[in-house]
């Protein structure tokens, strides 16, 4: 008796087609259950993203005239430590920057002026979650 006959008979009977789909759907969850994040985690292990950063990164401001610093941040999982968990930074000196809140503290964004000298200048920003995950992000401007 060869294997592929076992198949065909295994096929005719009615209840094979529906055995052999589950099988399959439960080969699909247990892919999906072993990568990162599981079933109903994020596929990115870092759940706190800095983004739109102003003046974005490689980007020309006026120099000595007031230029917009801006970044939005966000947290997919766990609220944003809003009382000392975001830090932002010009050319290695620490700023206060008033935050605004949005979305359950899930959402977090900042908006000052500043103006800057002729030159090379870095925007630095670090954020942490109540998860205790961080993000940094950078962004290295020139005044002209």
Known sequence: MSS??????FMRRP?????????????G?????SRPGGLFGAASS????????????????P?????ELSAFIASDSSAIDVKGG???SVDGSP?????RVGSGVLRVGFSET????????????????????TARAQAVFKAD
């Open 4 to 9: 592929g006959s076992i198949l065909g008979r």
């Open 15 to 27: 209840w094979s087609v529906f055995l052999l789909a589950v099988l399959v759907a439960l080969l």
């Open 29 to 33: 969850v247990a892919l999906v259950a």
């Open 46 to 61: 870092q759940a706190i993203t800095i983004m739109d950063l102003k003046p974005a990164d490689g980007s020309k401001v």
């Open 63 to 67: 120099a000595n005239q007031e230029v």
């Open 86 to 88: 975001v830090k932002v």
């Open 95 to 99: 700023i206060e920057v008033q935050l």
């Open 114 to 133: 500043r103006a800057f000298a002729p030159g090379s200048h870095t925007l630095s920003v670090e954020a942490r979650n109540l998860g205790g995950q």
